[in-house]
């Protein structure tokens, strides 16, 4: 059983585009993140959600939006798409309570914008 | 706030011989530390963590990894590579939120 899976695994679209990439854990975690893996392999958090809230909303331009429907679900919708948003997005979840819990990351998404 | 650095983007070293890949820390409390494996075109999976109980702590793979607060470093070492632990390997801090903070990365190739 994947324990954190996320849709699609690669994503190529044009600039201008809306687009969505989904997120589920089945670990039974409070929370869940968004990061943003660029080309050169730098890894930053985006958004965290508990419990269908947000949580962490780092200086992200806000043509991206996150939804956790439920706390098993993490999406994130990116709005007019730019060629700087190619990237690998990752997906990942830990129980709540504070930073001592590991995170467990899906495989990502790999965004190619043209 | 919390930051990472890892020092060399590319570590080279022969097969059976030692790992180190090194990791300092900037953090205004006692941190939790973590070090990540990254292999190609796959998510990151824990290698180990430090959670302020033992300084040295082991993880998987035969990887540990020692807590050292006067020197803010928690360097990631294991005694003799194996070809499959080439991979990219990231360090990470928390001070205690949900928020883990990242080192750049260190890509560990490993020669025959």
């Known amino acids: 059983d994947t324990a954190v899976s996320q849709t699609p695994k690669y994503l190529v679209t044009q600039m201008g585009n809306d687009k969505s990439i989904k997120c589920e854990q089945n670990l039974g975690h409070d929370t869940m993140y968004w990061y943003k893996q660029d080309s050169k392999k730098f890894l930053k958090i985006m958004f965290s959600y508990n419990n269908k809230e947000l949580i962490i909303n780092e200086t992200v331009p806000n043509r991206f939006s996150p939804k956790s429907p439920d706390k098993a679900h993490l999406n994130l919708h990116i709005n007019s798409l730019e060629l700087g948003d190619s990237a690998v997005y990752f997906c990942?979840?830990?129980?709540?309570?504070?930073?001592?819990?590991?995170?467990?990351f899906g495989p990502g998404t790999r965004l190619t914008v043209t | 706030a919390q930051s990472v650095t890892q020092l060399g983007s590319h570590v080279s070293v022969s097969e059976g011989a030692l790992v180190l890949l090194r990791c300092n820390y900037s953090s205004s409390v006692p941190p939790y530390l973590f070090w990540y494996v990254q292999y190609p075109n796959q998510g990151l999976q824990l290698l180990l963590k430090?959670?302020?109980?033992?300084?040295l702590v082991k993880g998987i793979n035969g990887f540990e990894a020692e807590f050292k607060k006067s020197e803010t470093s928690f360097h990631l070492t294991k005694p003799s590579a194996h070809m499959s632990d080439a991979a990219e390997y990231f360090c990470a801090v928390s001070e205690g939120g949900n928020k883990l903070v990242f080192g750049a990365g260190t890509i560990l190739r490993v020669k025959s």
């Open positions: 990942a979840s830990s129980p709540s309570g504070g930073g001592a819990y590991e995170q467990y």
């Open positions: 430090y959670t302020s109980a033992a300084t």
